[in-house]
């Protein structure tokens, strides 16, 4: 039982380049999440989903864009990086929230640090 | 809007003395409330969490956390801490009754803990 996985570790993007950020878990979680962690910042939710085919924006979405297709995945996708997207970015996921004391844990993968110059 | 306030950004400590990282929260509904901790280089791992019922919650590493619905506060401690509890902690809130499970984390306070 691998949890959340992320691809890649690290990445250095050129101002203008797109990407696409992987995520993938193992656990039949219905819910995922796409934060970013900038420092003294926290984390900041950027997309989330409840299910295959049902996506929507967090706090901070400008310049991303996700998609949903299986349960296991939910890529993030950086269009036109701009230096401001410079961060960490975690994916996690969760049962659903009536599933018991649970649903509510949501477990993180290991990050992808992305810096755009 | 909910919020969480991590007062401290970083606590400096000594080995085996205690520990104590202040959380609080904005919320006039009730709330579910976590702490996450964040090695060096690493993701979030769920140290403790209050849902329902005790209002002290025991968590992971021998932390401990009470929850103070008068004072909308859910404090981290610890009585004797190590070299290895040095990294980030998180507290989160998730708004009780919301369909989306969605966290709203603190800042972090970085536990810098000294030989």
């Known amino acids: 039982n691998a949890g959340v996985t992320q691809t890649p570790k690290f990445r250095i993007l050129k101002i203008g380049q797109s990407m696409t950020l992987q995520c993938t878990q193992d656990m039949n979680h219905n819910y995922m999440y796409w934060y970013r962690q900038d420092p003294g910042m926290g984390l900041k939710l950027i997309y989330y989903?409840?299910?295959?085919?049902?996506?929507d924006k967090g706090e901070v979405p400008n310049g991303y864009n996700v998609s949903r297709s299986t349960t296991e995945d939910f890529p993030l996708r950086l269009e036109l990086a701009a230096p401001s997207q410079t961060s960490v970015y975690f994916c996690?996921?969760?049962?659903?929230?009536?599933?018991?004391?649970?649903?509510?844990?949501?477990?993180f993968g290991p990050g992808t640090r992305l810096t755009v110059t | 809007a909910q919020s969480v306030t991590q007062l401290d950004s970083q606590v400096p400590v000594f080995e085996e003395a205690p520990v104590e990282l202040r959380c609080n929260y904005s919320?006039?509904?009730?709330?579910?409330l976590f702490w996450y901790v964040q090695y060096p280089n690493q993701g979030l791992q769920l140290l403790l969490k209050?849902?329902?019922?005790?209002?002290l919650v025991k968590g992971i590493n021998g932390f401990e956390a009470e929850f103070n619905k008068s004072q909308t506060s859910f404090h981290l401690r610890k009585p004797s801490v190590h070299i290895s509890d040095t990294a980030e902690y998180f507290c989160a809130v998730i708004v009780y009754g919301g369909a989306t499970n969605k966290l709203i984390f603190g800042t972090g306070t970085l536990l810098a803990v000294q030989p």
């Open positions: 209050y849902l329902s019922g005790s209002t």
């Open positions: 919320s006039s509904v009730s709330v579910y």
């Open positions: 996690a996921s969760s049962s659903w929230p009536g599933q018991g004391v649970s649903g509510y844990e949501q477990y």
């Open positions: 989903s409840v299910g295959a085919g049902i996506t």
